[in-house]
């Protein structure tokens, strides 16, 4: 383990976050993300850290050698996926992006880009768009991805097009949900942009790799997604993330 | 809408939320939930009312009309889902039932049954196994049901056993994960009950139903279940929600 080989000592320097160790080789990381840099959950946790100013690395995990299948990893996430993190802080150990993703707005919430509301009624808003992310974005556009690219490249199985048609005409029902949203304001939540615009942004860049027009053909999802895939946080990962991030 | 066709006036006896109208047709009612009786989301919302004691209506939608896709029902929800809900202390409206449970159980924080921790790091760990709820479990219990049950009853569409097989499938190998954690703890976030053990319930018990050999043969995951429907206020409602429930 990295913390227990090293000894950090803290100074004050920029955003009052940054550390040393004591051979200089890990300046200022605070979160090792234990994943895989072109994953689209990695990339989540990625570009939040890039928002909130938060350095990281990233320890590769070997999927192809099922190492997230081993009894050491399911001590550290129970149902063998990536990725898992580990505060540096404090040893402080996480899976699930998105629940990642709020750890850090959370702890930093006054740092970098503000990505949480505060207030109980704009929080609420945020959580039915939290929730519908999941339910009605995620949920469709993660297994299409799997059965249109995963499985036949990476597990040699062939694309169930009945399950491809099933995907596609139900992308397209929620798409029409998020162009009645995004046709009243600029983000998913109103005018800020917040953590759930960014949750979306992985699939989003595989929605549009595999079916444009379901994005192109609705002019407020379209201008949604170009902003945020134009974020100069995103430009910089959204093809894979950089191991590291030192700021 | 009942907000301006009645005059409330609040009084202060019982929990502090009590409150009595002029023609005391809805003594106490907070919150009115636009769903129906028997759905697995209404019953979601509910059963955090009743552990809260929140007084609610619900006014049941006609779906077999299809009056959750009409022009007025997609002002309110634009996916053209149930349920949602109008606040009648103020009319905030909010869909997606686990973004009104959120909103009911922090508006309600020091009444009733605590569901969401305050401490930072209890707080991601509960976050950690909302979004696994939904990732690992709602988006493949949900889709079985409707493919085992919905389709062939409501919709006169045969079952895909094709998609049936993929489910199960996958839902044995999160049960696996759940069984993981759960030899450790008592509830999906350590000791203590929160709203992310009641978010599951519904699709427990339709996973129960259909395939009760996947949680009877995972003893704590099976116990987890156990301990979750024997509670009062689930036994209640796991049938069809009451349709109102006014402390």
Not at 40 to 62: A, F, L
Not at 94 to 108: D, M, P, Q, T, V
Not at 194 to 212: A, E, G, I, N, R
Request: aromatic share 12%.
């Amino acid at each position: 383990m990295l913390r227990s080989a090293q000894c950090y000592f803290y100074c004050s320097f920029r955003l009052g976050i940054a550390r040393r160790t004591s051979n200089n080789l890990d300046i200022n990381m605070v979160l090792t993300i234990y994943g895989i840099p072109r994953s689209t959950s990695t990339k989540r946790i990625v570009v939040v850290c890039k928002e909130k100013n938060i350095p990281y690395r990233i320890v590769s995990i070997k999927m192809l050698e099922n190492e997230h299948k081993t009894p050491a990893f399911l001590e550290k996430q129970p149902f063998g996926q990536i990725p898992y993190v580990v505060d540096e802080d404090d040893g402080f150990m996480l899976f699930e992006s998105r629940a990642i993703c709020r750890y850090i707005a959370n702890k930093y919430a006054s740092q970098g880009t503000p990505l949480i509301p505060t207030d109980p009624k704009e929080l609420a808003i945020f959580e039915q768009a939290a929730s519908f992310e999941l339910n009605n974005f995620e949920a469709i556009a993660n297994p299409l991805y799997h059965e249109k690219v995963i499985h036949p490249i990476y597990h040699k199985i062939p694309t169930n097009e009945s399950f491809v048609a099933h995907y596609v005409s139900t992308l397209n029902q929620r798409l029409d949900g998020y162009e009645r949203i995004l046709s009243k304001q600029t983000y998913i939540c109103g005018e800020k942009l917040t953590l759930v615009d960014l949750f979306h942004l992985s699939f989003l860049d595989k929605v549009y790799l595999m079916l444009p027009e379901t994005i192109d053909s609705r002019p407020n999802v379209a201008r949604w997604y170009q902003a945020l895939s134009q974020r100069p946080t995103w430009v910089e990962i959204k093809d894979t993330a950089p191991e590291s991030f030192l700021v």
